[in-house]
Nanobody, 119 residues
Framework: QVQLVESGGGLVQAGGSVRLSCAASGRTFSTSTMGWFRQAPGKEREFVASINWMGGITSYADSVKERFTISRDNAKSMVYLQMNSLKPEDTAVYYC????????????WGQGTQVTVSS
């Protein structure tokens, strides 16, 4: 499994930007699909974005397309989520997750980082 630690959350005004980072450890990182999920108060955790092991294939939730960008640096074992044009509805705890390429579900999770967008 991959161990994941998120950082970079905080308080930001609507329209602002934040970059989240996820530091990974474990031998399988470079062959894992990585994802970002979020959970707002009183809501279920939802998919935000994912990136394949080589970084060439990305996927986004409709609610964040054109505003968020996921990227990875396999040499540094890092995954990033650049969030622009933030809205109050983006307020949530953001989680980094990993799954092996051949697996269907994400099974390694970080502890989460809070992002709060004020209006």
């Amino acid at each position: 499994q991959v161990q994941l630690v998120e950082s970079g959350g905080g308080l930001v005004q609507a329209g602002g930007s934040v970059r989240l980072s996820c530091a990974a450890s474990g031998r399988t990182f470079s062959t894992s699909t990585m994802g970002w999920f979020r959970q707002a108060p009183g809501k279920e955790r939802e998919f935000v974005a994912s990136i394949n092991w080589m970084g060439g294939i990305t996927s986004y939730a409709d609610s964040v397309k054109e505003r968020f960008t996921i990227s990875r640096d396999n040499a540094k074992s890092m995954v990033y989520l650049q969030m622009n044009s933030l809205k109050p509805e983006d307020t949530a705890v953001y989680y980094c997750a990993a799954r092996r390429t051949y697996e269907s579900t994400f099974n390694s999770w970080g502890q989460g980082t809070q992002v709060t967008v004020s209006s």
